[in-house]
T-cell receptor, first 111, second 114 residues
């Protein structure tokens, strides 16, 4: 019952920007977009979240379309250590609902 | 600040046995959530505890249970183990209810049921 759709896999050349898309066409007004990633055999790692404005932190940038029905996570200079499964999740900021992970995008950084 | 710790990291049990997994959240965090991850089903939510109370529960049978102590440490228990319970069990902590704050995950406990 994930609310998001992501491509199952993507490749990106090392040093280039990795752009990971996510569709969330049923997002409601009080729901944020969260991104996590999971490197093989480790627990998921929080990356970034946003509501409607674009957000940037030391790890990535998040671009949310004006209608909020889709977003893109940008890793500006991908390294081999960015190879992971990336999960896009939507949920209310003060909601009581559980965090629902979809199948994510397996990003492979090519040397 | 130390991260989320889980013990044990690896565990092998046989069908019918029971198992208890432990999670210590980041200091100051009051919410602990548990997830099961398998290759076929992906990452699935088990339950969330906040201030020693279960606040949310996923769609798992009653063989899966948990609790949280006054120091926010949490345990989950699986009774009458089945082969399908083999999975990576992840614990995540957050400073408030999981819906309000980002979650920080531990390394997981890999349970193998034979």
């Amino acid at each position: 019952d994930a609310k998001t759709t992501q491509p199952p896999s993507m490749d990106c050349a090392e040093g280039r920007a990795a752009n990971l898309p996510c569709n969330h066409s049923t997002i409601s007004g009080n729901e944020y977009v969260y991104w996590y990633r999971q490197i093989h055999s480790q627990g998921p790692q929080y990356i970034i979240h946003g509501l409607k404005n674009n957000e940037t932190n030391e790890m990535a940038s998040l671009i949310i379309t004006e209608d909020r029905k889709s977003s893109t996570l940008i890793l500006p200079h991908a390294t081999l250590r960015d190879t992971a499964v990336y999960y896009c999740i939507v949920r209310a900021y003060f909601g009581n609902e559980k965090l629902t992970f979809g199948t994510g995008t397996r990003l492979t950084i090519i040397p | 600040k130390a991260g989320v710790t889980q013990t044990p990291r690896y565990l092998i049990k046989t069908r019918g046995q029971q198992v208890t997994l432990s999670c210590s959240p980041i200091s100051g965090h009051r919410s602990v959530s548990w997830y099961q991850q398998t290759p076929g089903q992906g990452l699935q939510f088990l339950f969330e505890y906040f201030s020693e109370t279960q606040r949310n529960k996923g769609n798992f049978p009653g063989r899966f249970s948990g609790r949280q102590f006054s120091n926010s440490r949490s345990e989950m228990n699986v009774s009458t183990l089945e082969l399908g319970d083999s999975a990576l069990y992840l614990c995540a902590s957050s400073s408030g209810l999981a819906g309000s704050y980002e979650q920080y995950f531990g390394p997981g406990t890999r349970l193998t049921v034979t």
